[in-house]
């Protein structure tokens, strides 16, 4: 049998498909996992950003963040070092490649600091952190830690 162009043909377009078709499945798989968004509408938190940005800086906080499997310890303060003055706090806790287990938890002040439970298992997690001051801006940070 003679080798020709059809053979050809055949053998590229088996391994093309071969390889479209893993792409498509990963990509299907990883689509359903994690969204890729972390805001619901990016144009429009992209409108916004460098005005809050300029607020949050003008504020000079700075966040101390503690977490581990059972707990999260969250400590805002000042340029100073004093305890910031935050109107509300709410802490969103995750995992890196999912949004399907995100937590949103509402911490309790606890002296200079905000604590809250959290179970969380091994692995990457981000932290989200939104926190207003007494004159409603926003202060929003986001961590990457890893839990042992």
Known sequence: MKFSGWHFFLI???????????????????????PGLDVPNPYIASQQFDTRRKAQEALGWESQLIVDHSMVTLRVTEE???????????IRVGSATTSRDDQVIVPRRQGDRFVAPVKLESGNKVIFIDAVAEDGTLFSERHSVVVQ
Do not use: C, K, Q, W
């Open 80 to 90: 100073d070092g004093s305890p910031a003055e935050l109107h509300s706090v709410t």
């Open 12 to 34: 590229m377009s088996g391994a093309f498909g071969i390889v479209i078709s893993a792409n498509l499945t990963l990509a299907y798989f990883a689509r359903g996992s994690f």
